[in-house]
Nanobody
Framework: VQLQAFGGGLVQAGGSLRLSCAAS????????MGWFRQAPGKEREFVAA????????YYAGSVKGRFTISRDNAKNTVYLQMNSLKPEDTAVYYC????????????????????WGQGTLVTVSS
């Protein structure tokens, strides 16, 4: 699976952005999909994940209620709608694919994921 994330940019605090991650291959619907982010000088951290069908989602506490993950298996694409953005949301955002049954205990762990996209930069100005 090859992943390509896009949709990042510069936005003012309180604004919104929608990230997209397009996947190649015919088995996209077999993968749990996740979004992670990495700010300068910090470790990569979990943002959100979604199950194969989209029926289960899981969010980091810092984004819950502001971000929404969704997927369209017909388009091989996963989305991250980001609302009420804050300067601390500034980071490079990565999408990732995990070929495993849904388990909220490990979908937040970066090392569990099998494939990664190249990242897209989100900058939130104050």
């Amino acid at each position: 699976v090859q992943l390509q994330a896009f949709g990042g940019g510069l936005v003012q605090a309180g604004g919104s952005l929608r990230l997209s991650c397009a996947a190649s291959g015919r088995t996209f619907s077999s993968y749990v999909m996740g979004w992670f982010r990495q700010a300068p000088g910090k470790e990569r951290e979990f943002v959100a994940a979604i199950s194969w069908s989209g029926g289960s989602t899981y969010y980091a506490g810092s984004v819950k209620g502001r971000f929404t993950i969704s997927r369209d298996n017909a388009k091989n694409t996963v989305y991250l709608q980001m609302n009420s953005l804050k300067p601390e949301d500034t980071a490079v955002y990565y999408c990732a694919a995990l070929r495993s049954p849904w388990d909220s205990d490990y979908v937040s762990v970066p090392t569990q994921y099998d494939y990664w996209g190249q990242g897209t930069l989100v900058t939130v100005s104050s």
